[in-house]
């Protein structure tokens, strides 16, 4: 009798950690959601939303969708990087502990905004420039916020490994504009972005070190992108150009021509001829 009434328990127990087990994971995508709107911005300094994330722990696998980053103060475009859909392979174990180990990402067609000077000031830029000013703590990334006074030691922050990372069939939206020569809107797609080996060892990586990497690699992308083709463009302009000046110096040739021809008639008659 003990021993049904121990094995009764025991199932009792199963049964109650595989509905907190449940319950945890049908919320945790929530929690993860609630966590990239409030560390993102103190990393990027800009606005960031997200629709929704789907997290399962039993298969090791998430999914972000309506990932929108914004745009630094002084630019006109509500966002600068527009991600529908991400999927995210990840070990189920490692949720838990210091160093969450995410197996791979993948960035399927992020609609990218660019503004600025492509060897200048630009909002990807900007964006670089702040998470690069990210040190410490999140919460030292806006010093005026008021923060609870501390109560014990910090809480080291979770760490990743991302062993591949990749982007792919990104579009950039930018303006070209060359004052007196040319003003046109660009779409350009980007060479896909493959990342591999991010955290690996011990010590791994942190949010904003990862931010970092990626974030610069589509800088660097987008901005080999649009220097390649206003390069291009440039050519284009030079030919046509070329072709143009061609083109008055024939003209005014055949003008010279006709006048020296009218003149030789016209002394042709004064003389005789």
């Not at 994971?25 to 629709?51: A, C, F, N, R, W």
């Not at 420039?129 to 806006?142: E, I």
């Amino acid at each position: 009798m003990k021993i049904k009434l121990i094995l009764g328990s025991l199932g009792l127990l199963v049964v109650l950690v595989v509905i907190a087990v449940l319950v945890v994971g049908t919320h945790l995508g929530d929690l993860v959601k609630s966590g990239l709107e409030t560390l993102g911005p103190k990393v990027t300094q800009t606005t960031l939303i997200v629709d929704n994330v789907n997290l399962s722990l039993f298969a090791g696998s998430a999914g972000v969708q309506g990932l929108v980053l914004g745009n630094p103060a002084g630019y006109k475009s509500l966002a600068s990087i527009n991600v529908s859909n991400a999927a995210i392979r990840l070990a189920p174990g490692s949720v838990l502990s210091d160093k969450i180990v995410i197996h791979s990402i993948e960035v399927r067609a992020p609609e990218i905004t660019f503004e600025g000077n492509p060897l200048g000031a630009n909002n990807l830029a900007k964006i670089m420039a702040n998470v690069k000013g990210t040190n410490g703590p999140m919460d030292q990334a806006h010093p005026n916020t008021p923060t609870a006074s501390p109560t014990g030691p910090a809480k080291p922050a979770k760490k990743l490994e991302v062993d591949d990372f990749l982007i792919t069939s990104a579009r950039v939206h930018a303006s070209l504009a060359i004052p007196g020569v040319v003003n046109q809107e660009l779409t350009l797609t980007l060479p896909d972005i493959h990342l591999t080996d991010l955290g690996k060892g011990p010590d791994g990586i942190t949010a904003a070190d990862l931010t970092q990497v990626v974030l610069s690699q589509i800088t660097t992308a987008t901005v080999s992108a649009l220097l390649k083709d206003a390069a291009s463009m440039g050519k284009d302009l030079t030919k046509a150009a070329r072709a143009a000046a061609t083109g008055v110096l024939q003209n005014s040739s055949n003008a010279v021509g006709a006048n020296v021809d009218k003149l030789k008639k016209g002394l042709g008659g004064l003389l005789g001829k």
